[in-house]
């Protein structure tokens, strides 16, 4: 069977690939992903679309590029990813996978806005504990930075640091060590399943502010190829 990812690049929706890469039921024909206009970045995780686009290559993987107005509001979210959809089916995919992990709400959402779609919503990660997750991940190779983190959760200095087993044993233990509640946002620059590494170097930080409350909130640090 035929199955899109959706990707971010970060971490969960990387691991969920990885799961699927490895069950002889899908074939997996391409990363769905989001990115902002005007800004060249990837929706919610700031990453530059040419890390987006190494990433793609050291998958083997195509992306289908779904392009959003900035601050775009839900409805035209739905009608923009309708014609997304519209273009898989047509190319016989028949299922979509996400790496959620544990929130309900997103799950339902998701499968609503996928119910009439043709396809079959997957979740490879759901209901596995999130400490098992974070360690599996680790185990099997992958590699993976921060790039936004939300400040009313967590301290500024998160921002850029490596997720690994010194992060797992540092992090507080009251927080989703997988970010599932929005602490933070990852970009993954090598794996099992990359050909090669994606070479970055850091950027500046930049603070935004939260869409309804227009407060100070994310914290986001550049990553730059080379």
Known sequence: M????????????????YKIQNNPDFEVDSLLVTLTEGFDRVSIHGVRYELLKLQSESLGIPLREVWLPQDC?????????GKAV????KDGVTHIAFGDIHLQDVREYREKLFSASGLTPV????GVPVEDVSREFIDLGFETILTCVDLERLDPSYAGKVYDMKFIREYPKDHDICGE????????????????PINYKLGEKKLTKDYFTQKDRFLYIDLIPY
């Open 123 to 126: 979740f490879p990660l759901w």
């Open 181 to 196: 509640n929005g602490e933070f946002h990852s970009f993954v620059f090598h794996g099992p399943n990359f050909a090669f």
């Open 73 to 81: 509001p839900d409805e035209k979210y739905q009608e923009i990813m």
């Open 2 to 17: 035929k199955i899109a990812i959706s990707f971010s690049g970060g971490k969960d929706s990387t691991l969920a690939l």
């Open 86 to 89: 519209s273009s898989m089916r």
